[in-house]
């Protein structure tokens, strides 16, 4: 076989090697980001859930009226206080 033919089949070969890595490598990149904002949003769902918790049960806590609270009421809205966390 002429060198060049080898050449060319060597550069093919070694192209769709490269790019089936590189596929495989972005696929997963999209899965991880896509779980990560998935996993994201659900967390926040579940922090929404129990800040709405506490403000209906806050009357039954003792430490709403020590002010250390880690929940906190500012203009009808809960708020987590991070230096009491």
């Known amino acids: 076989m002429d060198v060049k033919i080898i050449i060319a089949l060597i550069t093919a070969i070694t192209s769709l090697v490269l790019s089936t890595i590189t596929i495989v490598f972005n696929s ?3 899965k991880n980001e896509k779980y990560e904002s998935f996993k ?4 926040l769902k579940i922090i929404d859930a ?7 049960f806050k009357h039954l806590s003792l430490r709403h009226v020590h002010k250390d609270s880690v929940f906190q009421e500012n203009n009808g ?9």
Do not use: Q, S
């Open 77 to 85: 809205e809960w708020n987590i206080i991070k230096k009491n966390v």
């Open 50 to 56: 129990y800040l709405e918790f506490w403000g209906v």
């Open 28 to 30: 997963k990149r999209i």
């Open 40 to 43: 994201k949003e659900h967390y």
